[in-house]
């Protein structure tokens, strides 16, 4: 299911992840612009989880599927159709390679730089609208999913469906490793329509391709994907170079996420959100000032009650360095795996 989250937090020693800071010094909170923060997320048995850290060591977006992490804080998480999520990480106090880095660690090849994998999404988007996979340049062994099964693009309803595309929607582009992927919101039949793509691109070729689908309540649980109109800002703002976390600092925050949910608690893996951290879930504020779930026990995204998800996996499906953006898929296990209790 697809859910959507966004948490700031103010600058401290130690990276964190924010919604908002200021690009010069990166002191201010995640709340106040230019880095507003918002991010999406899912509850089903697979989801999606994004980071963007903005702040030295806290993260202040928390989306499912797209999160910004500043200065090694979670602040916001995006967009998550129940299999990926985002994180955005800003600038850091350290420039060495972490421990753990489990992507990254090979050499950048340019063989298609940013706009080259925009293109890529772009031409995908446009082919699904017109109803023409052969219009993709696709490897002879490419390999299709749909809501993790593997499918040929001629069997997938969603490609014989009558389709628009609505303006919202939120790129990630991983040059080193040639993966593009998005969050899209489209119209089928009138009705709305929650799609994550990822696509991976070798010698200008598409070899890979992931989507997730959700298309109501039922498939999305909370799902209110009017409420994702445009990206917005803090999720596109370039990060200076000079301020970038590495790569390595990136995966190593945000995965802290699905960290804390394995255990139940957020507080016990010392997840580095920032003190106005929120998190929205399929464009509802679900934690963070001004969430809707259990206030005003919500407000507090860190030390929020979580179930624990003991069969949880994740893996990190790209590293948008440029907008200091991971993206991690995730699978909560089997319905029924998760700890039984009260939230909140």
Known sequence: MPVFYSNPEFHTKRPYISSASHIKDWQTSCNKTPYPAQLFGSKIPASGFVGKTLLKGKICMRTSLIGRTISFNLS??????????????????????????????????????????????????NALVANNPVALPLAS????????????LSESELWKAALTIRPYRQDILDVRDGVAGTHVILEEGGKPVMLLVRLKVVDRKISEIETQIARNRQEGAIFQPDLLTTPTLTMNLVVPAA??????????????????????????????????????ENGQRMAGKGCVFKPPSC?????????????????????DEELSITWLRM?????????KGPVN
């Open 299 to 319: 407000e507090d995204i860190k030390n929020q009650k979580v179930l624990a998800h003991p069969a949880i996996t994740y893996r990190v499906a790209a590293v």
């Open 331 to 339: 699978n909560f296990g089997p319905r029924g795996s998760a700890e």
């Open 141 to 152: 062994n490419v390999r299709f999913t749909e809501n993790t099964v593997v499918a040929k």
């Open 243 to 280: 301020e970038r976390n590495s790569r390595g600092e990136m995966i190593k925050a945000t995965v802290l996420y699905p960290t804390g949910l394995k255990v139940g608690s957020f507080v016990t893996v010392d997840a580095p959100f920032a003190v106005d951290a929120y998190r929205l």
């Open 76 to 125: 916001a998480v995006l967009f998550v159709l129940a299999v990926m999520g985002m994180a955005r990480v800003l600038p850091a106090q350290s420039k060495g390679a972490a421990k753990g880095d489990i992507r990254g660690s090979g050499p950048v090849t340019a063989a298609c730089d940013r706009e080259c994998l925009r293109g890529f999404m772009t031409q995908y988007l």
